[in-house]
Each structure stands twice: as C-alpha cells, then as structure tokens.
C-alpha cells in the first residue's frame, strides 16, 4: 500500500523492493514531476518522490527558504527508508539538495545504504553563495530568465494570480538554492553521476566536472542535446542513460 506521508511517498511492503530512488524536485516543481517513473524500472525498483512544502500536496504551507532547516525536517522520515538501497536523484535545486541531504545522512547513519546520487542540470554547490543576484532581480527580468530555462510557458504569467503563485514559489526556491553552501565534509564515498544538457544557458559542461570533487568514489558525466530541461526536451535519450545507471547499480546488488 502506498504511504504519503508528509515529505515522501512510498510503499510500506518493502519485502519487494530491492531498490528505491528518492527523487527531489527542480525549482518551482514538485513530487508529480516522478508521478509515471515507476513505469521506467522494474517492479522492484520503488520511486519515492520528496514532497517540498509551499506546492502540491503542501500547497499550504510556507515554502522553505534554508535547506539546513529542510533537511533536518525532512530526515526523520528519510531515515528509516534507507534500511534498502538507496539511490539519490535530484534535478537541478533537487540534484544540490539530494547531495547535501547524503551528506547530513552520512554523519548520523555512516553505514547506510546509499548507492549513488545522479545530479542533473545543477552545478555543485561552493564555497560562496549560489543565485544570490537572481533573487534580487525586477519581476520583469526574473521572469525573462525564468523564461530563459525553458520549462515553463510565457502565457503562464500571463494571469495575475497565476504569475504571483508562480513568482512567489520560484523566487523561494532561488533563495532556497543560495542556502546550499559547499559543507566542510563535502565528499561523499558514492559514485556520482552527472548529467548537463549541451545548450543549458545556467550550467556549462565545465562547471558540470565539478561534480567530481565532490566524492571519494567514481564519477560520471554525460552530456545530453539541449537546455536546462534537457530532461523534457529529449526523454528518449534521457530516460534510456538513467535506465543504464540505474540498472548497472542495481546490479552490483546481485
């Protein structure tokens, strides 16, 4: 029976899981961004996607602006669903807060079940902080760049309440973002696979690399035709290299 609980979607009858995937969403998405990928894998591979406060499900609620605070919420239901092998996957926001999340994981549960974590379209956190002038910026040129990401409608701003919805989750997650500083134990022992899209106008196929400095164990990028959401732009090509990663993971559970 499917449990949606208050962070994260899941199965409570995990005798038939061999793995799960716990995705995070892009900025200004949610949960349903994963709500077909249990189509994708095979029937033990569950997907369990995080529900982030201030959209969906959690539409009522404020959205977070600190991903230490979010994280800390967001663990004691995270926890007891490593008890499976785990991998992370994260889109853009996401792919910076799946990584944060292992490491905050690793301190307080060394000897997890974390395979990997699969990071897309994001670059990786540093030392300063991150989109901090983008938060900044008019309605007008914030929605310009927005607009610049692809992935979203210009006529989705065309209604006043709509673009005010839209503005104020969009502009929390920016926020949100910037909260994500490089940690001090910033590597992590599991492989890290990275993926960009070769015309995304926010995260170039160099800063992609940086990815690997962020782990001890194997690294990976793959670069894919298009932009930011390269994702929805070519899905075959997409979700035919995460089938690969995931099931070339799953096989080192045999």
């Not at 134990?185 to 995304?200: E, L, Q, S």
Request: one cysteine or more; glycine letters at 6%; aromatic letters at 10%.
């Amino acid at each position: 029976m499917m449990q949606k609980k208050k962070w994260i979607s899941h199965f409570d009858d995990v005798k038939k899981i061999r793995l799960r995937i716990i995705c995070f969403p892009f900025g200004g998405g949610g949960a349903s961004s994963y709500r077909l990928w249990h189509e994708l894998f095979d029937s033990d591979v569950e997907i369990c996607p995080v529900h982030l406060p201030g959209r969906e499900s959690r539409y009522g609620e404020e959205p977070c602006l600190d991903a230490d605070i979010l994280i800390s919420d967001l663990l004691p239901e995270l926890l007891p669903l490593l008890n499976c092998p785990s991998i992370f996957f994260g889109y853009s926001l996401g792919a910076a807060l799946a990584y944060k999340t292992i490491v905050e994981c690793s301190k307080i549960v060394r000897d997890n079940k974390i395979l990997s974590l699969i990071c897309c379209a994001r670059t990786p956190p540093s030392k300063k902080i991150d989109n901090e002038s983008l938060t900044h910026l008019s309605e007008k040129d914030f929605i310009e760049y927005i607009l610049s990401l692809g992935g979203v409608s210009r006529t989705t701003f065309n209604d006043s309440e709509i673009r005010a919805m839209a503005l104020k989750l969009l502009r929390s997650d920016f926020i949100l973002s910037s909260s994500i500083i490089e940690p001090e134990d910033k590597m992590v022992n599991i492989p890290i696979y990275a993926i960009g899209g070769n015309a995304d106008p926010s995260v170039s196929i160099e800063k992609l690399q940086g990815w690997k400095r962020c782990t001890s164990g194997e690294f990976k990028s793959f670069i894919l035709p298009g932009g930011h959401f390269f994702m929805n732009e070519n899905p075959i090509e997409f979700y035919g290299l995460l089938n690969d990663i995931v099931s070339f993971e799953k096989a080192k559970l045999s």
